[in-house]
């Protein structure tokens, strides 16, 4: 691992932490979506299944598979990570909350919905402030 390998992997592993919160946030929001339509979430396995199966959820998928290819990335220890895993995952959050890319609408939505909610309001700040700080 070379110096600049563990700064990007340093300030990535940051971001992946910020999302991770920021994706809690609106998992959180979409509960609640859920449980004011259907009723109570009776637990963590049931919650689980609904994230997994039901349509009420489906719109986080986009930002749950982005994260789940930072973690790879992140994970992959035999990878010098470089600048370029920065712009690329600048490029790929820039896609998701791109109102020009129809690919991500429903997670725009759902988005949108969520933002009045304090928590997601906070932890999008972070995540937003963790990517600035990134050096591209």
Do not use: C
Request: negative net charge; without cysteine; charged residues 25%.
């Amino acid at each position: 691992m070379t110096a600049s390998d563990a700064a990007v992997r340093t300030r990535l592993t940051a971001l992946a932490t910020a999302l991770r919160h920021f994706h809690s946030a609106l998992l959180d929001f979409a509960k609640g979506e859920y449980e004011f339509l259907h009723g109570p979430v009776k637990g963590p396995f049931e919650l689980y299944s609904l994230v997994i199966n039901h349509p009420s959820f489906q719109w986080l998928r986009p930002l749950s598979g982005l994260m789940a290819t930072l973690d790879e990335v992140l994970d992959a220890k035999d990878t010098t990570l470089t600048p370029q895993n920065v712009a690329d995952v600048r490029q790929a959050l820039g896609l998701l909350f791109a109102e020009t890319d129809t690919r991500f609408a429903d997670f725009r939505a759902g988005y949108a919905r969520a933002r009045g909610e304090a928590r997601v309001r906070e932890t999008e700040a972070r995540w937003r402030e963790t990517l600035n700080s990134l050096e591209a």
